[in-house]
């Protein structure tokens, strides 16, 4: 299993029944919502994330519209770099200021 499927993995204990989380985007998410789906996990989801919002829909998630949501349980989100000092580096996607809108919820 790659690291990102392990990171995937290892969200899961974070993510109980019932709960709004909040998904970036990118494939380890792709990766948890799968994990998601194979849990059965009755849960409720928010994302600045067209890609990922399909992908939750196509596993049967519940996905509420960041405009609809005030409080976000857990958020789990990526980013394509750290570097030494545990600085990262998000892409220069148009979402960054929704992902802070759900980790600020959060």
Not at 32 to 48: A, G, M, N
Not at 59 to 74: F, R
Request: aromatic share 4%; charged share 25%.
């Amino acid at each position: 299993m790659d690291i990102k499927r392990n990171c995937a993995k290892a969200a899961l204990k974070y993510i109980e029944n019932g709960t709004m989380i909040g998904l970036g985007g990118g494939s380890t998410i792709a990766h948890l919502i799968r994990f998601i789906k194979e849990e059965q996990l009755d849960i409720k989801v928010v994302t600045p994330s067209w890609e990922t919002k399909q992908k939750c829909e196509e596993a049967g998630l519940t996905v509420i519209p960041l405009s609809e949501a005030t409080e976000v349980d857990v958020a789990f989100d990526g980013c394509d770099q750290v570097d030494e000092h545990l600085h990262a580096l998000k892409s220069g996607g148009g979402i960054h200021t929704d992902e802070k809108l759900v980790a600020r919820m959060a």
